[in-house]
């Protein structure tokens, strides 16, 4: 009954008539349906990831260099810190002029390439694969600079040496604030071990010059550390660095206090003397041991 109202009827008659499109957007569907994957959207992909491949092997391949080129720099940069440990009353200004010249070797040969391979890239992408060398050379640079000078190397006095080896169109290789930091950090285990060699040659105005700068380099550092990004490596070096600066000062402490028993007269043949609270014949008697 209610089908036979004139509203329902035509709505059945509409539902039960096949609707069609419109004859333009039948068209599109159709065409969009069965559009095929044409030759020129294959061969546009192949090109995208030979690309990407070719990117990948030279990425690859320039880190393959940094790394070489950073453990060449490690590697001599220690050979400068060898030769600056070999300073002596007599020899002070002789063997300072051979470091410094083994420094600049170590800069125009090592550091040139890594400033070659970085340049106008971004280096923090392989700052990973540069940084132990950079902190090695960073350390006996600083190194040089305070047994010549009594003074710190800066940052930018480093960054300046850089310059004239790098390309003047391109972005040139900087020391970022961090490894500079890092290699500052390894700089006072080194000078805790220039610290104790020159007490032991009776050097005390020089042991103590160390021991006041290892110290102002901790008290700065216990600064800047805590607002760091998290860096466990730089946590760790500062619990090295305060053991230095305990040592030096230790050392220095026990000449001042016990300094006739710790180092003999200059000049003096006598050997049966106390070193740290020890005999001559017990330090002996211990190495056989």
């Not at 044409?38 to 990425?59: C, E, H, I, P």
């Amino acid at each position: 009954m209610f089908l036979n109202s004139s509203p329902f009827k035509r709505l059945f008659l509409m539902a039960s008539k096949p609707q069609h499109l419109h004859p333009i957007a039948e068209a599109s569907v159709l065409t969009s349906a069965k559009k095929p994957r044409t030759m020129t959207t294959v061969s546009a992909m192949k090109d995208g990831f030979a690309n990407y491949t070719d990117y990948l092997n030279q990425f690859n391949d320039k880190r393959e260099r940094v790394v070489k080129a950073s453990r060449d720099i490690t590697i001599n940069s220690k050979k400068v810190i060898f030769q600056v440990h070999r300073i002596s009353k007599s020899n002070r200004e002789e063997v300072l002029e051979k470091a410094e010249k083994d420094l600049a070797a170590v800069t125009s040969q090592y550091i040139s390439r890594l400033v070659k391979e970085l340049q106008g890239t971004d280096f923090w992408r392989l700052r990973r694969a540069y940084s132990p060398g950079v902190q090695e050379y960073i350390e006996a640079a600083t190194l040089c600079k305070f047994c010549k000078s009594g003074t710190l190397l800066d940052l930018a006095e480093i960054n300046a040496t850089l310059l004239p080896l790098s390309d003047p169109s391109l972005e040139p290789l900087q020391i970022n604030v961090l490894d500079y930091l890092l290699g500052l950090a390894d700089l006072t285990g080194e000078l805790m071990r220039l610290a104790m060699g020159r007490i032991s040659e009776g050097e005390l105005e020089y042991a103590e010059n160390i021991c006041r700068f290892v110290r102002d380099i901790y008290r700065e550092l216990t600064l800047v550390v805590p607002h760091m990004d998290e860096n466990s490596e730089m946590k760790k070096k500062m619990e090295v660095m305060l053991q230095s600066a305990v040592k030096i000062e230790t050392a220095c402490f026990g000449v001042h206090v016990r300094g006739s028993e710790y180092i003999p007269s200059l000049g003096s043949t006598n050997q049966n003397y106390s070193y740290m609270g020890a005999s001559a014949i017990d330090l002996s008697l211990h190495k056989r041991a």
